[in-house]
């Protein structure tokens, strides 16, 4: 009888852990920038509602470095049970290209998630550069000489951007890199630097002053705080691409159950208008997504990395 009773405790316990399901403990997000970046936030203001939805604790860490190639590394490493995800950028698709040793392959490393935002970038020039327009901006730096525009990083969305519209125009523009973003703005608004393609985020202020006139925005649509700038699309560049992208992945061979309860739980949370309103104040447009979609988007980041190698716009490692 003994016996028998403890093997229906024993029965009634592992069914309530299974009815449990996942997950059955805190999630670790990990983050490749350090706390207060643009992916920081975005990831403390989903996983805040993801946590309430799931019930469980998801713990944001910030692990920098190379780019974020060693967040990416760890995230690749660690035990797919679904309990580490990456909260990743476009970054993970450039470091692979130019950094091939050291960057994991975001496509065989990874299972993905779930697409969560995109982020568009604007073309500014300082108020004292005469073009109003883009075509008029590409006429000017070719008589103009000795023009300089302002970036963040090598392989970013916006110097891609900035790239391959000089390689598609011929437009002359020398590249000036900035580890800092508040200074990019201050020597482009002060005319230091003349040009500068960055997110809406970081510039709005100096536009909102006059300071930097903006001339066109990357991105299928206008943007909502730059109604009368067009769209590269509507000026004849229809090819030309300069978005931030995030998504959630985790380490390939993570089973079905955890990635499809995560991809589901980001979905629902990007819904609530509190998490709109608060990514809309970044100039984050939510993008919940099938896994397959993250994957596209990969892909097309890689290619597109892999002609500005081609282009001579980037070198690998």
Request: overall charge positive; aromatic content about 6%.
């Amino acid at each position: 009888m003994k016996t028998k009773a403890f093997a229906a405790v024993l029965l009634l316990g592992m069914g309530a852990a299974h009815a449990q399901g996942y997950p059955a403990r805190p999630v670790r997000a990990i983050v490749g920038f350090a706390a207060g970046g643009q992916i920081d936030g975005i990831t403390r203001i989903v996983t805040a509602k993801m946590a309430e939805n799931l019930k469980q604790t998801i713990v944001v860490e910030n692990r920098p470095g190379a780019g974020s190639s060693m967040a990416t590394e760890l995230v690749a490493r660690s035990t797919p049970d679904g309990y580490t995800v990456y909260f990743a950028t476009n970054s993970i698709a450039v470091n692979h290209v130019l950094t091939p040793k050291t960057s994991p392959d975001p496509v065989k490393s990874f299972t993905p998630v779930s697409l969560i935002a995109t982020a568009e970038s604007v073309l500014l020039v300082n108020a004292a550069v005469p073009a109003k327009s883009v075509s008029e901006l590409i006429a000017w730096t070719k008589k103009a000489g000795n023009v300089n525009y302002a970036t963040t990083g090598l392989g970013t969305p916006a110097y891609l951007g900035m790239e391959f519209l000089k390689h598609q125009t011929g437009m002359r523009a020398d590249m000036v890199l900035y580890k800092d973003v508040g200074q990019a703005g201050m020597d482009a608004a002060s005319g230091r630097v003349q040009l500068w393609m960055t997110l809406l985020t970081p510039s709005l202020p100096l536009i909102q002053t006059g300071k930097l006139r903006p001339l066109a925005v990357s991105g299928p649509k206008r943007m909502a705080s730059l109604p009368d700038v067009p769209t590269f699309r509507e000026i004849g560049f229809p090819t030309l691409q300069a978005a931030s992208w995030y998504a959630i992945l985790a380490p390939v061979g993570t089973s079905r159950e955890p990635v499809a309860r995560l991809a589901a739980e980001a979905k629902r949370a990007l819904g609530y208008d509190e998490v709109k309103q608060k990514l809309a104040t970044l100039a984050i447009e939510p993008a919940g997504s099938s896994a397959e979609e993250v994957s596209r988007v990969i892909k097309d980041e890689i290619e597109r990395i892999r002609l500005l190698v081609k282009l001579g716009a980037l070198k690998p490692e």
